[in-house]
């Protein structure tokens, strides 16, 4: 049984919310101010596992209350109470550590969710603290390769917090397979029989964005010439993936917040109230914070979605992963383009493994299906093997510097590869191109691994 300590000033509220919450199966402590809800949480004796507060208090603030409990113990979930209009208090509660704010007057049934979805992150939240402890075990979802222990971890918090409705927020530069996570966590809860929709938020024209998540009524506007249901109520009972979260325009941003506070919302032009019951999961390759920063998205929403964020690296911060990808496109590839694929030499997977793969797993999917698509036979070659190399767009502005997360050692064995295949394997041409004598390219050969075949040469 899970203890709440509740800390209100108004006694009526008080009494409310222990009766409500000891019907709900919680055992309760309370108290009138801060000062007494600090002594009831020093008490050894009483294990508290969540505490509700409200901001406005005799004495201490809600906001030192909150200050002060996260300094002893900060994995302890702190929910607080404010008044409606006051919602840039509840920011900065947030930012203090709130795990999350309800508005007043709110629903017991909303405190009731709140409060459920809290203790189900702060067990998943505990569960993680240990995970390194628990990596002896291997976590696996089809179609998501997790030979590295970066992916390892994230199937492990996957596998975590798929079976609660908390939201999850994963970051991650474009193509490093967000969707298939985000399919991943749907598939592991509760709502895998349900629907799992998506929308890329970039993909559709800002002024149509609304009408796609929320639908519209007959009349709406020209054009609309029926009732169409949104994605949200598409999604009922399972699951919404919105990708490229940070691209939302701000108009669109504040009813997203009603539907993940209120779980309700109308339709464009409509004005009966639909309810929903929608796990919500978003995507971003952007840095949310920098967006705060720049007024371009929403404090609110933002806390609302970092529930439970997931960070998934690029591809080249977990090369181990890479040669099982490339064996596992082959061998989709391979039936996709009617020729009869089945291996690649090991030269040519090493030069997967070495390339920095900016453009991350989608551009080595499509690198691997371009090869199996002009394979000359039934092993790919280093011959076969294409890479985009264009010039890198330095971080500074600084003109053909090197791309991120590549060495100056790993460019150079990209060159000498490409210099290559220009030359058709011809090494005594390759090296002019390069402006090489033919023994220091053979010097290089032998760094890289790549034998040096004298009936190429010419």
């Known amino acids: 049984m899970s203890t709440i300590l509740i800390v209100e000033d108004e006694a009526k509220m008080r009494r409310l919310l222990e009766l409500n919450l000891g019907e709900d199966g919680f055992a309760t402590l309370s108290a009138g101010d801060a000062e007494s809800g600090l002594k009831l949480l ?64 709110f629903s017991l049934n909303e405190m009731r969710m709140v409060i459920h979805k809290e203790l189900d992150v702060h067990t998943l939240r505990e569960e993680n603290r240990t995970l390194r402890e628990a990596l002896g075990k291997r976590y696996a979802h089809p179609n998501v390769v997790a030979r590295s222990a970066k992916m390892q971890e994230v199937l492990a918090t996957v596998d975590r917090v798929a079976p609660t409705n908390s939201t999850v927020l994963l970051g991650g530069e474009s193509g490093v397979g967000k969707d298939l996570i985000a399919r991943a966590i749907h598939e592991k809860s509760r709502r895998a029989a349900g629907p799992f929709i998506k929308i890329n938020s970039t993909a559709i ?25 949104g994605k949200f109520e598409l999604a009922d009972k399972g699951t919404l993936f919105l990708d490229e979260i940070g691209d939302v325009p701000l108009a669109i941003q504040v009813k997203l917040l009603r539907v993940l506070q209120e779980r309700e919302f109308e339709r464009l032009g ?74 690649i030499t090991p030269e040519a997977m090493q030069i997967l493994v070495n390339y920095h793969w900016p453009g991350n797993v989608r551009e080595l999917q499509n690198i691997v299906e371009r090869a199996c698509a002009l394979a000359k036979g039934a092993v790919l070659k280093v011959d076969d093997i294409h890479l985009d190399i264009r010039p890198a767009r330095a971080a500074n502005g600084a003109n053909n510097f090197l791309p991120e997360g590549v060495t100056l050692e790993q460019w150079e064995d990209e060159m000498i590869r490409e210099s290559l295949r220009r030359a058709n394997g011809n090494k005594s041409q390759a090296a002019r191109l390069l402006g090489l004598s033919r023994n220091a390219l053979r010097y290089r050969l032998s760094k890289i691994g790549i034998a040096d075949e004298s009936e190429k040469d010419g």
């Open 42 to 105: 020093q008490n050894s004796d009483n294990a508290v596992n969540l505490v509700i507060t409200d901001l406005k208090l005799p004495g201490m603030s809600g906001l030192e209350f909150l200050q002060t409990i996260k300094r002893q113990n900060a994995w302890l979930p702190v929910v607080v109470m404010t008044a409606f209009g006051t919602v840039e208090t509840a920011v900065e509660a947030m930012k203090a550590g709130a795990s999350d704010y309800v508005l007043k007057p």
């Open 205 to 229: 024209p800002e002024n149509l964005l609304e009408s796609e998540l929320f639908g519209y009524e007959r009349g709406a506007f020209t054009g609309a010439n029926a009732n169409k249901p």
């Open 270 to 343: 409509g004005t009966r109230t639909i309810k929903v019951d929608v796990r919500l999961i978003a995507a971003t390759n952007r840095d949310l914070r920098e967006a705060l920063e720049q007024g371009t998205f929403r404090e609110d929403l933002y806390y609302r979605l970092n529930v439970v964020p997931i960070d998934i690296a690029p591809l080249r911060q977990r090369k181990e992963d890479i040669p099982d990808l490339v064996n596992l496109f082959i061998s989709s590839f391979a039936g996709d383009s009617g020729k009869p694929v089945e291996s």
